[in-house]
């Protein structure tokens, strides 16, 4: 199943069940998983960590 088929299917399952609350939760994670992808390979890693 590719990428874009689970985000499509999450969006209908929200769309469908009025599950709006979840949205802002999946914001959250997916931004934190890009802090932790740019805290690993950015030359600022260092400062970054001492955000969190």
Known sequence: MSKA????ELWRF??????WWL????MIL???GLLMVFA???PL???IYTLI
Do not use: D
Request: proline share 9%; glycine share 4%; net charge positive.
């Open 5 to 8: 088929a689970i985000i499509g």
């Open 30 to 32: 997916v931004m934190f």
């Open 23 to 26: 949205l802002p939760m999946i």
């Open 40 to 42: 690993q390979t950015s």
């Open 14 to 19: 929200m769309k469908a069940r009025k599950k």
């Open 45 to 47: 890693a260092p400062f």
